[in-house]
């Protein structure tokens, strides 16, 4: 399977304080995306980055991209109690066709 | 509002009956793709099209069908179900390939 993984499978912080999670892959790819879901509710694209791009912003989220490591991390700062739910990384193919999901990181922010 | 429309939200139904489940875009978006998701699996890629009359397998499309007859509707079809097809189940389209994906809200299916 090409599916991805994110580490740490759970996290819990205090509301304020920033989260790391990061993401491994195994193959190269057209592009990673972040997705987040609130339980049991549709995925949220947050950000895509380009195999070709290193870093990205939006708001309170930055997310680097190592495809040397086949690594991603995604860090949200100065986190809020809304900012709970599970994150996701997919990564596109090559061609961009398909896509492989991580199994995603719980994050847990308490207000 | 732009969104993506599955159809039922939650289905039980028996081993072997066939069901389809409905997926519809208003985005005028040419990728489509469903998902399934299951407890430690995260999501896996059933089946993907890039455009009307063009469909090609995912990660996990055995015991799936799909077809695209129309820009806007992508519907995924259980011929036979059996319990393992029992899951939660997303649509998503994009623009295109490579792009965001919007996601539907999900159809939670039971085969017993």
């Known amino acids: 399977s090409q599916q991805g993984e994110e580490d740490p499978q759970a996290l819990s912080i205090q509301e304020g304080e920033n989260a790391t999670m990061n993401c491994s892959y195994k193959?190269?790819?057209?592009?990673l995306q972040w997705y987040r879901q609130n339980s049991g509710r549709g995925l949220v694209h947050l950000i895509l980055?380009?195999?070709?791009?290193r870093e990205k912003h939006s708001g309170r989220l930055r997310v680097t991209l190592d495809t040397s490591k086949k690594s991603s991390s995604l860090l949200i700062t100065a986190s809020r109690a809304a900012d709970t739910a599970s994150y996701f990384c997919?990564?596109?193919?090559?061609?961009?066709?398909?896509?492989?999901f991580g199994t995603g990181t719980s994050l847990t922010v308490i207000p | 509002e732009a969104q993506v429309t599955q159809n039922p939200r939650y289905l039980i139904t028996v081993t072997g009956k066939k069901l389809t489940v409905t997926c519809s875009q208003n985005m005028n978006h040419e990728y489509m793709s469903w998902y399934r998701q299951d407890p430690g699996l995260g999501l896996r890629q059933i089946y993907y099209s890039m455009n009307v009359e063009v469909t090609d397998k995912g990660d996990v499309p055995e015991g799936y069908k799909v077809s695209r007859k129309e820009k806007r509707n992508f519907p995924l079809i259980l011929e036979s179900p059996s319990p393992n097809q029992t899951s939660l189940y997303f649509c998503?389209?994009?623009?295109?390939?490579?792009?965001?994906?919007?996601f539907g809200p999900g159809t939670r299916l039971t085969v017993t």
């Open positions: 997919a990564t596109g193919s090559n061609t961009g066709n398909q896509f492989y």
């Open positions: 193959t190269s790819i057209n592009n």
């Open positions: 998503a389209s994009a623009s295109g390939a490579g792009y965001e994906q919007y």
């Open positions: 980055i380009r195999s070709n791009e």
